[in-house]
């Protein structure tokens, strides 16, 4: 049984979305990947699931009748697996965490570290994505808690500000800016810049302060998009333009880079990063033990 649990997920998800590759999107998966999986339970029950209704997907009999006991295993499963860890001595238990990239490579493997001094036994995975990634993830309860560096309107995510973050202009040492300790938006203007993806904390966060200033990005000479934080790094220090990156990747930067750090003088370069859950009246006690580890923290 426990090789349909994933299918049933997949499954529920197509019938409230009615779009395959909507539910696609959410799990990160391809579309002919949830077709796959839409036909393995199609062949486990020899009986037709879905069938098209102008653009949408609809249930048949079968799918609907599906559809409804697939949400009540989901749920006791979910249920059986809370009071088995809860029945253990707590100090057991797992937890999948998710973060984007700021927190996730420059904050939170410290804080795992930590929290396994106290619970050795806790099983902890982490997964790393964009922001929006991790903010469908949670909302759809495949992780407990989430990091990010922005918040997305989601009535099945709640969460609060957790650390604050500044965002600093980076260009190369020998770049004509390099000597300023503090500059404006507007001294940036002309220069060729690096933006991270779209999806990304960080580039929203960037978008949002270049908005508070009229300015679009198209409005910009945009020499490169980068996967990472640490490809914008490195693009910036071959030389090839400037960009913004969080404070929390300057602060672990190796001294020795050809990377120079300067201020903005705007009170819209700082934000917050969040920690996000799944909105949900009763949660895990792995999940309160580590939310209140966090909580005590002074980071």
């Not at 949830?34 to 069938?51: D, H, P, R």
């Amino acid at each position: 049984m426990g090789m349909n649990f994933n299918l049933f997920k997949t499954y529920i998800r197509v019938v409230e979305t009615q779009n395959l590759s909507r539910t696609a999107e959410e799990f990160g998966f391809s579309q002919p990947a949830i077709t796959k999986q839409i036909q393995a339970l199609e062949e486990i029950y020899g009986v037709l699931l879905l069938e098209r209704s102008g653009r949408k997907l609809k249930p048949t009999e079968a799918g609907e009748i599906l559809y409804q006991y697939a949400r009540e295993i989901i749920k006791i499963l979910e249920k059986t697996e809370k009071a088995m860890e809860e029945a253990g001595e707590g100090k057991k238990g797992s937890l999948s965490l998710g973060a984007s990239t700021i927190p996730g490579q420059y904050i939170i493997p410290e804080l795992i570290k930590k929290f396994k001094d106290s619970y050795p036994f806790m099983n902890i995975c982490l997964d790393i994505a964009d922001t929006e990634k991790i903010f469908n993830k949670v909302a759809e309860r495949e992780l407990d808690i989430g990091f990010v560096g922005g918040w997305i309107n989601n009535r099945k995510v709640e969460g609060f500000p957790w650390v604050e973050d500044e965002l600093l202009v980076i260009v190369h040492e020998d770049h004509r800016l390099a000597g300023l300790s503090e500059l404006s938006l507007e001294d940036l203007l002309n220069e060729r810049w690096i933006f991270r993806e779209k999806g990304s904390g960080t580039r929203k966060a960037v978008e949002d302060l270049l908005m508070s200033k009229d300015v679009r990005k198209e409005d910009l000479n945009v020499n490169m998009e980068a996967g990472s934080t640490e490809a914008v790094l490195a693009s910036v220090e071959s030389g090839m333009g400037i960009s913004i990156v969080s404070s929390w990747a300057i602060k672990r930067i190796d001294p020795q880079r050809k990377i120079k750090s300067l201020k903005l003088n705007d009170d819209k370069s700082r934000r917050s990063l969040y920690i996000i859950f799944p909105r949900q009246k009763v949660r895990r006690k792995s999940v309160d033990k580590f939310l209140d580890f966090i909580k005590a923290l002074d980071i």
